[in-house]
């Protein structure tokens, strides 16, 4: 039986200047997906070879707004309104100092978008969102996205700020579990977006605005993953905060342990940005010695989610058998399959299983050249990013959002959550199944429709980029039914109070200890591995570099 404190704890409610500053972002957030998710849908058709962009409109174009606008608009305002809110909610309002670096930092980003949208749309910057040199985009667009990352450190300023007056007001004590692993992923972000930061500013826009001839395409694309790929857990991340502390609340049982969940968080930090070379398997210039180093510490990485995972079975099964279920598998039944809040992320959960093992093959040396480039790679990441986290952040925008608006979700809207859910898995295991399949076919990735000359081979593909067409035409009716329960949320739905939902951990848990907070030990292993990844094929690569790229506009 919940106690009158708890349920006070429930409905701890997240300040309403703190609730504007998280909802400004989820507003771009979806926005974004209205407008990502039709360039998809576009993309989807054109590869069928069964339509033909209108007005002069290119593919390239296309792709680009929608890999820019959901990989990384989407994703990165979404994690921000989010993690604004789950400071707030677990460690106080923010100073009015903190929330003025929350405002500028979402000014920077969106002035940062916009400016790097308009050149996209021009068609001055249609690079796709790796942005690889020696393709060439318009100065603007690279300065637009320098603000978005400008932007998100200022932001994130705020977040810390929040954490390290928590820890000052409560010394030797762990701090609030989901606030830490906020500050866990900032702090992996920054690290991260330093790479992205230094290739933009000192290799891109100089040479986009002229002031040198050429660049060094592999130091170029070497920042940019050593980014590129704790990117991915950046958005990852946030969808394990939902995991580990709101689902076990949802379910109404205990995050099984406070030290693992904070274990799992800190391994991340360590292991997922020395790790980059896996993206440049197939890349001259980088010797096998520091390619295979990077695998191996690429495997590393898999073993936080593996945390993840046991975690999660635990927190279900010790749930499941409170409530009555019996035998190897009784407990699941007792799960509550028609709450929105724990269905849909659940989904994501269970398409991790397939995406995860997929990241696996793609990391394995030998496996690598088989799928690198091919459209195996796009079905590997529709299902992690676009499913995983994608239906994790809708799972939590259905408490999150009427919990900031002061309104509830009504039993109809909690039944079209489900049904969107179900949209979204019929249309993905379309989608992403068809890729995978012809990606192990040979089918390129990042390619416009092709007969390639009338190749048998190719056109054995069509018949898949068909059904991809189907899936993706699936997904953007999902895509309406989010956003029509996303307005619901914001101005129609009752008022009223939802709760943002926080475990509590298990009594049976380990104390936590102080250790798994101690940012010295795991900052200095963080950089001692960074170091160690990077410095000698970093130092080869600039000794040891061909002529630079002039720049290309090859649409
Ligand atoms: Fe990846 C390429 C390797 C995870 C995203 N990845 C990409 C790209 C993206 C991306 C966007 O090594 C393309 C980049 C580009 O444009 O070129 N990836 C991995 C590995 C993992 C991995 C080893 N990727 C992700 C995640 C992403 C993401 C997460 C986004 C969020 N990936 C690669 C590699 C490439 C790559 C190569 C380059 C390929 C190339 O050649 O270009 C691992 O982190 C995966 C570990 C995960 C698991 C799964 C654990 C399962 C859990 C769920 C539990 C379920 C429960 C429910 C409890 C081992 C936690 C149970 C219910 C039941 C009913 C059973």
Known sequence: MTTIKERAQDFVQVDKRDAKLALAHIYVAFIALLLGGLAGLLQTLVRSGQFTLPWGIGYYQVLTVHGVLLGLILTTYFIFGFQIAAVSRTSGTLTNKQRTLGWIGFWTMT?????????????????????????????????????????????????????????????????????????????????????????????????????????????????FWYFGHPLVYFWLLPAYMVWYVVIPKVIGGKIFSDSLARLSFMLFLLFSIPVGFHHQLTEPGISSFWKFLQVVLTLMVVI???????????????????????????????????????????IGMVAFIPGGAGGIINASHQMNQLIHNTIWVTGHFHLTVATTVVLTFFGAAYWLIPHLTGRVLTKQMNRLAIIQAIVWTVGMAIMSGSMHIIGLFGAPRRSDFSTYGGSEQAASWIPYQIAQAVGGTILFIGIILVLYIVANLIWFAPKGQTEFPVGEVSENAEKTPMALENWKIWLTICIALILFAYSVPVIEIIRDAPPGSKGYKLW
């Open 304 to 346: 936080p989610s593996l945390l993840t995972a046991f975690s999660l079975f635990a927190s279900f099964e010790i749930r499941g058998r409170a409530l009555g279920g019996k035998g190897l598998f009784g407990w699941v039944k007792q799960l509550p399959w028609k709450d929105a809040r724990f269905l849909v992320p659940f």
């Open 111 to 223: 002035i940062g978008t916009t400016a790097a949208a308009i050149m996209v749309l021009l068609n001055e910057a249609s690079v796709l969102y790796t942005f690889y040199a020696p393709l060439q985009a318009h100065w603007i667009f690279y300065v637009g996205l320098a603000l978005v990352v400008v932007g998100s450190w200022i932001g994130g300023a705020g977040q810390i700020g929040k954490y390290i007056e928590w820890r000052k007001a409560n010394p030797g004590q762990p701090s609030p579990l989901l606030t830490f692993m906020v500050v866990v992923n900032l702090a992996m972000w920054i690290v991260c977006s330093l790479g992205v930061a230094v290739e933009v500013v000192f290799q891109l826009i100089p040479w986009s605005l002229g002031w040198v001839d050429t660049v060094n395409v592999l130091l170029s694309r070497t920042l």
